[in-house]
């Protein structure tokens, strides 16, 4: 799991406190607010391994600036708080000197670990559904 899906995925209101948290004493400029667009989603053909355009998709995009870098924050649905912190975090991880950099890393580790462990009871609640069609035969 990559940094961009944690942070797509992980709860939006710990993402926000996680931003509030840290946003005081940055200079932060909004370039482009956040805002609703459509974008073409990509797929590959399994069988060719062509690339085709499976439709349209509903985005929020948001461009900010902080301390004077550039950051850019995308995700899917109507989600302008966390295009926005998507956004943040992305000029503050491309800042050469940047003393939050570690804590970043460490909120991003903690919310993949708690999206593992999610994912893993839900693969682990699905595999009680699954049927054994040997056992079934035996009777």
Known sequence: ????????????????QFITDIEIGLDIQMVIAPKLCMTMVQ??????FQPFYLGEVLITECQVTVNGELGYGY??????????SIAI?????????????????LFIDKEKAILTKSRIEEYNQILKTKVDFKIMEQD
């Open 75 to 84: 995700c899917m649905g109507d989600a302008p708080q966390r295009a926005y």
């Open 89 to 105: 975090i992305d000029a503050l991880l491309h800042m050469t000197q940047n003393p939050l950099q570690t804590e970043i890393h």
């Open 1 to 16: 799991m990559n940094n961009d899906e944690v942070l797509t995925e992980c709860p939006n209101d710990n993402l926000v």
């Open 43 to 48: 797929a590959e053909d399994s069988i060719d």
